[in-house]
């Protein structure tokens, strides 16, 4: 059974960073295509970045330049570490893998329960 859990969420002034960690059981994460999501208040969840096996990773443009997905094989563990955060970026962010390409883009089997990221001063 894979299981996926998110930590590391918190509350940071505008400007700050945080880095967000998720924690892999039952999957190799190393052998697979992950994500980051993000719900924001009222609105539908969206992409923040993925991760290749291989270590190459892509942003979404609101979050690249700020946002580096990277993962440590040694602990299973892939983080996604923020700088100069935005009140934009208030969101629960959800950690995914497993992904699968489908059509226009990868599907993710495997999900996190989120972890709360509110900026605000």
């Known amino acids: 059974q894979v299981q996926l859990v998110e930590s590391g969420g918190g509350l940071v002034e505008p400007g700050g960073s945080l880095k967000l960690s998720c924690t892999a059981s039952?999957?190799?994460?190393?052998?697979?295509?992950m994500a980051w999501y993000r719900q924001l208040p009222g609105k539908q969840r969206e992409l923040v970045a993925t991760l290749l096996p291989g270590g190459g990773a892509d942003y979404r443009p609101f979050v690249k330049g700020r946002f580096v997905f990277f993962r440590d094989d040694a602990k299973n563990t892939a983080y996604l570490q923020m700088f100069r955060l935005e009140s934009e970026d208030t969101a629960v962010y959800y950690c995914?893998?497993?992904?699968?390409?489908?059509?226009?883009?990868?599907?993710?089997?495997?999900w996190g329960r989120g972890t709360q990221v509110t900026v605000s001063s």
């Open positions: 039952g999957t190799q994460l190393s052998r697979s295509v």
């Open positions: 995914t893998a497993g992904g699968t390409w489908k059509d226009s883009g990868y599907e993710y089997p495997y």
